[in-house]
C-alpha cells in the first residue's frame, strides 16, 4: 500500500499547487505610452475584462478617487503621455488595452469613485490599413489590390507582418542616417511597437484562403478568413519576467505580439459532437471541390495527441477536444443559456460583372466580325470598332455576369417550404477567388448557429486559462450540455467569449455571439458596406 499512498500524496499535492495557484489574486497594473510601469491598481471596487474571439473586448474598472491612482488618472496635465494602457493577468491569462476614458461619479453606495474604461489591444488591428502595395508610397500604389493566396495562417501573419513593417521601417521613408547602408531594408525588431509571430507555409496545415484588401483594415481583410478557418488571434504584450515570444529576436518591453492559432479541426480528426453515454463523436471535417461543400469523415479510433500523455500539460488541442461544460446540480456549473438559430437562404448569389475575358472576348468577335464585313462590302474596316463601341452597352456584363451557389444539403434539412435566396457582397466579378471567398462568407454567416452561456465556478472541475495555465481558453472547441437540450446531446463549439468580473469569476460563451439587432447590426451592416465601397474608390 505505500506506493498507493505514494502516489495518492503527490496527486493531493498537485492538486493543492493548482488551487493555490488559481486562487491568487488578479494582478492590475498601469503603464504610459513608453510602456514605463505606473503603479498596481490594487484598492479597487470593482473590475471586468472582457476576451472576445477576434474582436475587441471592453474593460471597466472602479477604484476611489482619492487614492494615489485615482488622483494620477483624473489629473490627465500630469500623465506622462496622453496614452495610458492597461494590463490585467489572471489564472495565465492577460488583458491589455488602451485607456479610453476616466469619469468621475457617485456609485449606487455613496462612494465617489473614478471609472476607468479600456479597448483590448485587438484594437490596434481595426486601426491598421493594409495597403494595396506596403512597399511604395501613397502616391505610387501598384497593384490596386493586395493579394495573397495560401493557407490561412500563412496568409494572415504575412499580409500583417508586411503591415507593420510599412509602420516601422518603410522601404521609401527615409531612415534616422540615410547614409547607413545597415538602416535601409533593416529586419531589426527590437524598436517595433507590435510584431507578428512567424508561419512556416511548409507546415501550415489550415484551411487555403485568399486575403485581398485595398486600403481595408486589417480586421476587414481577416474577419471572413478567421471565421471560416476558425483561427484565433493572440494579442499579449510582452514584459519584464516574461519568455522570449520570438525565439532570436529582441523586441522591446510592452511590445505586442500577435499569433494566428488553428484552433479548427479542418483536415485532421476532431469532436463534432456525440453523447454524454458514448462520448465525443469523432470525425475530419473536409470541402468538397466545389470549395463550398462542407462533410465529415467519422474516425472510428481516436489518435489521442501525445501532448495530453506529457505530466502536467494543461490545455485542449484542437484535434481531441475532452472539456465538457454539462448542467446539473453537482457539475459545478451555476447557470447555463441556450441559444439555436437554424440555418438560413439555400441558394446565395453574387457577382455584377462578367467573368475576366467575357466582355473582351465579345468586344474583338464583334470587332473582328463587322470589320471583315465592312472592309470586304464597304472597304473601311473600321466598321468594327465603331459597331463594338455602339453595341457594348447591350453585351456588357450580360453573359456570365452572376454566380449562384445552391447549397442543397441545407435545402434537404429545410423542407419543401425552405428560405430560398440571399445577396453576398464583396465579389464585383463573377467566378473569381473574391466570388468563392464571399459566398463562404455568406455562408458563414447564415449557418446554423449554437450559442450557449455558462457561469462557473473556476475549478469545478475544469480551470479556464491558456495552454499551460488552463483546461481551456478563447477559441478552444469544447463540449457542452446546456439546460433544455435534449437529455444525451453534447454540442461541441469554439469558446467565444470569456469575461471575469470581480466577485463573480468566469463567465463563458460558446458558440455563435448573440443575435445583433437595432443600432448593433446596423452598425455591423454599415462597416461592411463602407469596406466594399473603399475596395471600388467610391467611397
Known sequence: ??????????????????????????????????????????????????????????????????????????????????????TFDKDGARWSGRVQACETEVNYRGDRVVRLTALHDYQ?????????????????????????????????????????????????????????????????????????????FA???????????????????????????????????????????IPGKELREGCLVFEFVDKSGWGK???VGGAISQGFTRAIRRLRSDGLTEYEDVVPRVDFPDKYRKPGFLGSVPEAPWVVLEHGD??????????????????????GSSMPGVNETIKAGITTAIGFLGSLLMGQSQLGAAAAEVLEPLYSDVFMAFFAANLRDRRAQHGWDYPFEVWADGADQSYTLSTLSSTREKKWDTRERISVSVKMNNGCPYFVGPVGYG?????????????????????????????????????????????KSGLSYLADVFEKRTSALKQLGVW
Open 1 to 86: 500500500m505505500s506506493e498507493l499512498d505514494d502516489v495518492y500524496t503527490r496527486v493531493e499535492a498537485e492538486r493543492k499547487r493548482i488551487e493555490e495557484k488559481f486562487s491568487e489574486d488578479a494582478v492590475i497594473r498601469l503603464w504610459d505610452g513608453n510602456w514605463s510601469f505606473l503603479g498596481y491598481l490594487s484598492d479597487v471596487f470593482e473590475y471586468d475584462f472582457e476576451f472576445i474571439l477576434n474582436d475587441t473586448g471592453s474593460a471597466e474598472v472602479t477604484l476611489p478617487v482619492d487614492g494615489q491612482m485615482g488622483r494620477l488618472l483624473m489629473d490627465y496635465t500630469q500623465w506622462p503621455t496622453k496614452s495610458l494602457y492597461i
Open 124 to 200: 490596434k488591428l481595426k486601426e491598421l490599413l493594409v495597403w494595396a502595395n506596403p512597399f511604395l508610397p501613397p502616391q505610387v500604389q501598384f497593384p490596386k489590390a493586395w493579394y495573397l493566396f495560401g493557407p490561412s495562417r500563412w496568409a494572415l501573419a504575412t499580409t500583417l507582418f508586411c503591415q507593420l513593417y510599412r509602420k516601422n521601417n518603410a522601404l521609401w521613408r527615409l531612415p534616422d542616417d540615410p547614409m547607413h547602408v545597415n538602416q535601409w531594408g533593416d529586419f531589426d525588431m527590437s524598436t517595433w511597437s507590435e510584431v507578428v509571430k512567424p508561419v512556416d
Open 203 to 245: 507546415t501550415d496545415n489550415s484551411l487555403t484562403c485568399l486575403a485581398s484588401s485595398r486600403f481595408k483594415t486589417f480586421h476587414e481583410t481577416a474577419a471572413p478568413i478567421l471565421n471560416d478557418a476558425e483561427l484565433a488571434v493572440e494579442c499579449r504584450r510582452y514584459l519584464p519576467g516574461d519568455p522570449d515570444p
Open 269 to 271: 480528426q476532431t469532436a
Open 330 to 351: 453537482y457539475t459545478g456549473i451555476e447557470s447555463t443559456s441556450f441559444t439555436y438559430i437554424p440555418p438560413g437562404a439555400t441558394m446565395i448569389v453574387s457577382g
Open 471 to 515: 483546461d481551456f481558453f478563447i477559441g478552444d472547441r469544447v463540449g457542452v450540455h446546456p439546460l433544455g437540450a435534449p437529455e444525451d446531446a453534447l454540442y461541441v463549439e469554439q469558446v467565444r467569449e470569456l469575461k471575469f468580473s470581480s466577485g463573480k469569476g468566469w463567465e463563458v460563451t460558446v458558440g455563435a455571439r448573440e443575435h
